[in-house]
Nanobody
Framework: QVQLVESGGGKVQAGGSLRLSCAASGRTFIIYAMGWFRQAPGNEREFVGGIRWTGGTTDYADSVKGRFTISRDAAKNTVYLQMNNLKPEDTAVYYC???????????????WGQGTQVTVSS
């Protein structure tokens, strides 16, 4: 099994920045991609972005391209989500996810974190 623990959520004004972290533990050798989803009240959970563990290839939702950046620290088994120029519509619970490939991560991750709240005020 793989355990994912997020940190770094909080409240910020529109135009501000936040960085989320997600540390993986357990059988991390089976992870080939990690990333982030989010779910706003009344909405379905949506893919935000992901990164391939080897090579660092990234994939982003159109709604966050140019504002959000995903990176990883392989030595720490940690993935980061740097969020800049935040908008009120970015308000959601953000979930870390891991999968056996970047494609699988986008569609149906194998593992989930517990989520961290991000609130952006106007």
């Amino acid at each position: 099994q793989v355990q994912l623990v997020e940190s770094g959520g909080g409240k910020v004004q529109a135009g501000g920045s936040l960085r989320l972290s997600c540390a993986a533990s357990g059988r991390t050798f089976i992870i080939y991609a990690m990333g982030w989803f989010r779910q706003a009240p009344g909405n379905e959970r949506e893919f935000v972005g992901g990164i391939r563990w080897t090579g660092g290839t990234t994939d982003y939702a159109d709604s966050v391209k140019g504002r959000f950046t995903i990176s990883r620290d392989a030595a720490k088994n940690t993935v980061y989500l740097q969020m800049n120029n935040l908008k009120p519509e970015d308000t959601a619970v953000y979930y870390c996810a891991a999968g056996s490939s970047l494609a699988r991560l986008r569609g149906e991750p194998d593992y989930w974190g517990q989520g961290t709240q991000v609130t952006v005020s106007s």
